[in-house]
């Protein structure tokens, strides 16, 4: 059996593991330590404990759990139902401006969490029941809120984008402050969307074709708006002093992350006084549970990788995707084509760790800026957590609102789907709104 054959053979093996519904780790280490025992020599096996350690004695890695203590600090306060009804104010005199209140809510949530089922959760929990209640459509209501917490994974802080950076050994503030500008345009281009979707429903209600709790005028003055800055104004600071740190070089991943981790401890606790045991218990449990879960499967990820190093898997399939002589433009769709289709099954942490060493050579032989292309893969694993059949968010919006069907939610999405799709074809047009601010602020 040639090394391609072994290298089919061991992906396979892997998928069909992770298509089973087999933990992540346990699929990806499980698959590893069958190649291993089958085709590397024993003493590979022994040395199992010494490898692991090897790949995971990286400071960086710290990064990880401190930025989903800062998300879980955040997380689990009223923050999000501050940030949500800010928006709601200021916004009110847009076109279907309690949903461009959700989505301005998704993104700003999303920058200070980093995690799309998290921003989901908080923000749909509040935002479907306040926008079904004001005549929106369940199809809209859900699916905003299920493509906007995909801003999560996107606007840094990112766990996607860190897991890539370690991946691919390409600088985590620069790839931060690359997602920034994408980041903002996408939120927009979805703002877009919702004010001509909500226009729409407006002309329908006013057809006598659709709930009129629409029609009903808002107004909040500006001592109303005012007063929901001071809660919002400290967090904004802190996610920009974390951005400034990191791209200026005010110390490493990690030690920003630190900083922004003990800053949100300090936030809310002297905002919302969350300081008694009962409350820090639930923020420190549910950081060690992801951050365990996390580094399980990224240690699994690295012996998997070792093992496709060892056995040439990684170079040979590499050499015979750059063979195959396809065009840079038809050698980056097809990338995309395979990254939105295991997209729909697994999350973006196992796909990263698994295919971007693979694609990688492609990529970059092809004139790709790397920086570039992680932000192109983040967005295309944003289409995947809203699609079907495996589509994270979908689930997590029928869990908040279950007697939304799911055929509702993904008539909801697909819009969303077409905008990120668009999306990908604008940045590969104009890689500069990616490439600028990195290449500019210094």
């Not at 024993?42 to 930025?67: C, K, M, R």
């Not at 980041?183 to 979805?190: E, P, V």
Request: with cysteine.
């Amino acid at each position: 059996m040639g090394v391609l054959e072994i290298g089919f053979l061991y992906l396979g093996v892997a998928l069909l593991l992770l298509f089973s519904g087999m933990p992540i780790a346990f699929a990806l280490g499980g698959t590893a330590l069958a190649f291993m025992y089958f085709f590397m020599p024993a003493n590979n096996l022994e040395n199992i404990a010494e490898t692991l350690y090897s790949e995971l004695n990286n400071f960086t890695l710290l990064t990880i759990p401190l930025f989903i203590l800062m998300g879980a600090a955040i997380g689990k306060t009223h923050a999000a139902a501050d940030l949500y009804e800010a928006a709601h104010r200021w916004l009110y005199k847009l076109p279907g401006s309690l949903g461009v209140a959700n989505v301005f809510g998704c993104s700003v949530f999303a920058a200070m969490c980093g995690s799309s089922p998290a921003t989901c959760a908080a923000i749909g929990g509040m935002g479907i029941p306040e926008m079904r209640k004001r005549g929106y459509s369940a199809e809209l209501a859900s699916g905003l809120i299920a493509a906007g917490g995909t801003l999560g994974i996107l606007i840094p802080p990112s766990l996607t984008l860190i897991i890539y950076g370690i991946i691919t050994e390409q600088s985590i503030g620069k790839l931060f402050i690359a997602g920034v500008i994408p980041g903002i345009l996408l939120a927009l281009l979805f703002a877009l969307w919702v004010m001509f979707a909500a226009t729409r429903e407006v002309a329908a209600a006013r057809a006598g074709k659709a709930a009129s709790e629409l029609l009903q005028a808002e107004f909040f003055t500006w001592r109303q708006r005012m007063e929901t800055l001071p809660r919002l104004l400290p967090f904004a600071a802190l996610i920009a002093v974390v951005m400034i740190a990191l791209y200026d070089g005010w110390g490493t991943p990690s030690e920003v992350a630190g900083v922004g981790a003990a800053g949100s401890l300090v936030l809310v606790i002297f905002i919302y006084g969350v300081w008694r045991w009962r409350d820090m218990k639930e923020i420190l449990l549910g950081t060690a549970r992801e951050s365990c879960m996390i580094m399980m499967i990224i240690a699994m990820a690295f012996l998997f990788t070792y093992v496709m190093s060892y056995l040439h898997i990684t170079q040979t399939m590499a050499q015979w995707l750059v063979g195959l002589g396809l065009s840079k433009w038809v050698y980056l769709f097809w990338v995309n084509i395979l990254l939105l289709v295991l997209g729909c099954f697994l999350p973006p942490v196992a796909i990263i760790l698994m295919v971007t060493p693979v694609i990688m050579p492609g990529i970059l032989a092809a004139g790709f800026d790397p920086i570039w292309f992680g932000i192109v893969l983040t967005i295309n694993m944003e289409m995947g957590l809203i699609t079907p059949p495996v589509g994270l968010n979908l689930f997590v919006i029928n869990g908040i609102a279950p007697d939304i069907t799911f055929r509702q939610i993904m008539r909801g999405v697909m819009p969303f789907i077409w905008i990120m799709g668009f999306y990908i074809v604008l940045l590969a047009m104009f890689p500069e709104i990616v490439m600028w601010l990195p290449e500019n602020v210094k």
